[in-house]
Nanobody, 124 residues
């Protein structure tokens, strides 16, 4: 059974940086893509960035383009989210998720496996 474990969240000042990690455990690992999502209090969960596991193609939500970078280490079965120039509105619980098979959407329900989330807090 594959599990996803996020780490790297915390408190950072506006304009600062954080790097989130998400490691997949389990003997059998089948992955089409992995993504980072976030959910702020009172808001719906939204996609932040997605990476195709095999080819490395990436997708970014408009609100993070130029500031966040998603990457993966296939040998470590780990996906990263480098977050730079953080803004107060980036504060949220960040989740990583895995999609085993292709589907033409980045909506959260299309990802079948989720981590527990890691809190990112941005102070002014």
């Amino acid at each position: 059974q594959v599990q996803l474990v996020e780490s790297g969240g915390g408190l950072v000042q506006a304009g600062g940086s954080l790097r989130l990690s998400c490691a997949a455990s389990g003997r059998t690992f089948s992955c089409y893509s992995m993504g980072w999502f976030r959910q702020a209090p009172g808001k719906v969960r939204e996609v932040v960035a997605v990476i195709n596991w095999s080819a490395g193609n990436t997708y970014y939500a408009d609100f993070v383009k130029g500031r966040f970078t998603i990457s993966r280490d296939k040998a470590k079965k780990t996906v990263y989210l480098q977050m730079n120039s953080l803004k107060r509105e980036d504060a949220a619980v960040y989740y990583c998720a895995l999609k085993k098979y292709y589907s033409p959407t980045y909506y959260p329900p299309s990802f079948g496996l989720w981590g527990q989330g890691t809190q990112v807090t941005v102070s002014s």
